[in-house]
């Protein structure tokens, strides 16, 4: 967080219009001790887990504090030195309710790469595809409007993940738009371990499949055909990609086959009733 919020602080410093809320869902003195280090933060808390209730809380402050534009970040994220001024540009420019930026994912240090960041680097956050085939953005790195808010309503508190891809439909729904600006950038910190790439995986396929069963029956039954597809495919474009050397797709491809299997049991789990992982 503390990386995060030095990024902002050149972007924000002799500005009143712009406001910065941290909100901490699971409050510490830790978290807010940091946060009153940085004058231009305000910290608010929020009891209810998941991080769509956390982005709920820090919306009514946003727009009571007069922000026609309100965008979202991750604690881990790292914006880069013109974000925000990108994003509320291209809004303009645009006339899009909604941004979603580009999230590269760049590891902090310099030692080789775990298979699990290799898979990372190469695989994580297709935004570009993300709003062209699904349209929805992640909300760490979404900026959006007032007036989208306003007209649309805020995240599904409830979503333990999928919550961008639900706010996403219902904005498309609306007759409103979202595009993709690769100018408008954040760094994500690769996972490091196998577990951290499957924990994500877990909570993911858990909100998709929570959506889709509130559509019926056959749409749930679409999107458990479609996760069990063996990986032939996904480890193919791994193996494609330019730019990457041997030992980094030789990497990634152990871990999409290691995550079908995976991605496998997960689904007999909420098959027989297991509950969506947070």
């Not at 001790?33 to 910290?43: G, I, K, Q, R």
């Not at 420019?93 to 999230?103: F, K, L, N, P, Q």
């Not at 990457?244 to 496998?264: F, H, K, N, P, Q």
Request: glycine letters at 10%.
């Amino acid at each position: 967080l503390g990386v995060c919020l030095r990024a902002l602080a050149p972007q924000v410093a002799g500005t009143s219009t712009t406001v910065v809320a941290v909100v901490d869902n699971e409050p510490s003195d830790q978290v807010q001790d940091l946060c009153s280090t940085f004058p231009f933060v305000t910290y608010l808390t929020e009891r209810e887990p998941g991080s769509y209730a956390a982005r709920n809380a820090g919306i009514p402050f946003l727009l009571d504090a007069g922000c026609d534009v309100v965008g979202f970040t991750d604690a881990d994220c790292v914006p880069s030195k013109d974000c925000i001024a990108r994003a509320v540009r291209g809004l303009a420019v645009t006339r899009a309710d909604a941004i979603a930026g580009a999230i590269r994912v760049k590891a902090r240090h310099g030692r080789r790469l775990t298979a699990a960041e290799s898979y990372e680097v190469l695989t994580a956050f297709p935004v570009a595809s993300y709003v062209r085939e699904h349209g929805f953005g992640p909300t760490a790195n979404l900026w959006t409007t007032r007036s989208a808010l306003m007209g649309v309503g805020v995240f599904d508190a409830k979503a333990k993940s999928g919550g961008d891809l639900e706010w996403g439909r219902r904005l498309r729904a609306a007759g409103r738009t979202l595009l993709f600006d690769p100018a408008v950038v954040v760094q994500h910190p690769p996972r490091r371990t196998f577990l951290e790439v499957a924990r994500k995986q877990r909570r993911v396929l858990g909100g998709h499949l929570r959506y889709a069963r509130a559509k019926g029956a056959w749409t749930a039954a679409k999107l458990v055909a479609w996760e069990l597809v063996p990986p032939a495919g996904r480890v193919r474009r791994i193996v494609r990609t330019e730019g990457a050397t041997l030992r980094l797709r030789t990497m990634a491809s152990w871990i999409e086959l290691r995550l079908y299997g995976d991605r496998v049991r997960e689904l007999v789990r909420l098959g027989v009733g297991g509950a969506p992982r947070r």
